[in-house]
C-alpha cells in the first residue's frame, strides 16, 4: 500500500465522483481509478458502492476513511517534526502557477532554491486561481500564485507585482473593437473561465457599472486554450498586457488602465514549517 492510495480514496470519499477526485488531485480519472481497485484488492474490502451517479462510500469505506485520513496525519506529523529536527527543509514543494513558467521566473526559483536547500525539490502544477486556493486547502499543493485576494481566510498572501490587464479580442475585429462602445462591447461573444477568475470579475464589474452584463458564450480554464479562441476569432477576454502584445493576431481595446495583484499564497496555519518557510524566503527574495 502506498501513501498516494491512501490520499485518492480520501479524495474519492470526499467527492463522491472519479473526475472531480482527479481535479482535485491533478492526476487521470483512469488513474484514480488504478488506485481505488488497487487497494480494495489489497485489502480485500469493497469500498465504495458505484453507480452512475457516483461513487458512494461503503459502511468499510465510511469507517476506513476516517482510519486513512488519521494514518496520512500521522505521517505528515512525523516528517514535518524529523525536518524540524535535523533543521534543514527537506522534501518535495507542490507549487501551483498561474501564469507562463518563463514569467515566474521559475528556473531561477529553482537553482536558487538548490543552492541554500539541496534537499528540496519541486512539482509545479499548471492551474488557475480558484483551484491553486483549493488545492492549497486540501493540501495537494504546498504554495502557489495566484492573483487577486484570497478567496479563503485560511490563506495568507505576499504582494509580488501588479500585473496591467486589457480587454483583448481577434485582430481581425479590430476597427470594431477600437470604435466600440461598452454596449457595443458587451455585446460581443465573449470567452469566460468557469472558475472564479479575478480577471472576469474585474471585466463584470467594469460592465455592471455601466447596467451591461457581457455575452458570455464560451467557458475555458486554460490560458493556452484561451488565447488561441482570441487569436481564432471566437470571442473577447481580459487577459494580461504583456501577454496581449506579443500576438499581432490580438487586437487591445484602449481603456483606462486596470490592474491585478500577482500574490504568492500558502496556508496560515503552514506558515511556520520550515519547508514552506524556506520558499517563502527564496520567493520573496526572487522578487
Same mark, same amino acid.
Not at 482535485?24 to 480519472?29: A, G, M, N, T, Y
Not at 488513474?31 to 488504478?34: A, K, R
Not at 461513487?55 to 514535518?80: I, S, Y
Not at 513558467?101 to 515566474?104: D, G, K, M, N, Y
Given at each position: 500500500?502506498? $501513501? ?9 470519499a470526499?467527492?463522491q465522483?472519479?473526475?472531480? @477526485?482527479?481535479q *482535485? ?5 483512469s488513474?484514480?481509478?488504478?488506485h481505488? *481497485?488497487? %487497494?480494495?484488492?489489497?485489502?480485500? /474490502?469493497?469500498? =465504495? ?10 459502511? &468499510?469505506?465510511?469507517? %476506513?476513511?476516517? *482510519? @486513512? ?5 500521522? /505521517? ?10 535535523? !533543521?534543514? #527543509?527537506s522534501g ?8 507562463p513558467?518563463?514569467?515566474?521566473q ?5 537553482k536558487n ?8 525539490? =519541486? ?18 499543493l504546498?504554495?502557489?500564485? +495566484?492573483?487577486?485576494?484570497? +478567496?479563503s481566510? &485560511? /490563506?495568507e498572501?505576499?504582494? $509580488?507585482?501588479?500585473?496591467e490587464? /486589457?480587454?483583448a479580442? #481577434?485582430a ?13 462591447? @458587451?455585446? $460581443?461573444?465573449?470567452?469566460? !473561465?468557469?472558475?472564479y477568475? #479575478?480577471?472576469?470579475?474585474? @471585466? ?7 447596467? $451591461?452584463t ?5 467557458? +475555458?480554464? !486554460?490560458?493556452a486554450?484561451?488565447?488561441?479562441l +482570441? ?20 487586437a487591445?481595446?484602449?481603456t483606462? #488602465?486596470f490592474?491585478?495583484?500577482?500574490n504568492?499564497?500558502?496556508? *496560515? ?19
Open positions: 500500500m502506498e $501513501l498516494y492510495h491512501l490520499r485518492t480514496f480520501i479524495a474519492v470526499n467527492e465522483n472519479l473526475t472531480r @477526485a482527479a *482535485k488531485l491533478f492526476i487521470s480519472p488513474s484514480v481509478s488504478t481505488i *481497485k488497487a %487497494l480494495e484488492e489489497e485489502l480485500n /474490502v469493497e469500498l =465504495f458502492i458505484r453507480s452512475p451517479r457516483g461513487m458512494h462510500p461503503t459502511r &468499510a469505506g465510511e469507517f %476506513l476513511k476516517q *482510519k @486513512a485520513e488519521n494514518a496520512l496525519c500521522t /505521517v505528515e506529523d512525523f516528517t514535518r517534526s524529523a525536518r524540524e529536527f535535523c !533543521d534543514q #527543509p518535495c514543494v507542490r507549487f501551483g502557477i498561474n501564469m513558467p518563463e514569467w515566474l521559475i528556473s531561477t526559483l529553482v532554491t538548490n543552492a541554500r536547500y539541496p534537499h528540496i525539490t =519541486f512539482e509545479f502544477i499548471s492551474s488557475v486561481t480558484q483551484r491553486i486556493t483549493e488545492a492549497l486547502e486540501d493540501h495537494t504546498d504554495v502557489g500564485y +495566484i492573483y487577486g485576494v484570497p +478567496i481566510d &485560511a /490563506v498572501t505576499y504582494g $509580488l507585482l501588479k500585473t490587464l /486589457v480587454i479580442g #481577434p481581425r475585429w479590430t476597427d470594431q473593437i477600437e470604435s466600440a462602445t461598452w454596449e457595443t462591447l @458587451a455585446n $460581443l461573444p465573449w470567452i469566460c !473561465d468557469p472558475y477568475c #479575478p480577471f472576469q470579475a474585474i @471585466a463584470d464589474n467594469m460592465f455592471a457599472e455601466r447596467g $451591461l457581457c455575452n458570455k458564450v464560451m467557458s +475555458i480554464s !486554460d490560458d486554450t484561451r488565447l488561441e +482570441i487569436k481564432g476569432g471566437i470571442g473577447m477576454s481580459v487577459i494580461e498586457k504583456c501577454l496581449a502584445e506579443e500576438s499581432d493576431q490580438i487591445i481595446k484602449e483606462e #488602465p490592474f491585478c495583484d500577482l504568492f499564497a500558502y496556508l *496560515k496555519s503552514r506558515a511556520g514549517e520550515s519547508l514552506i518557510r524556506a520558499i517563502i524566503v527564496q520567493v520573496t527574495a526572487l522578487w
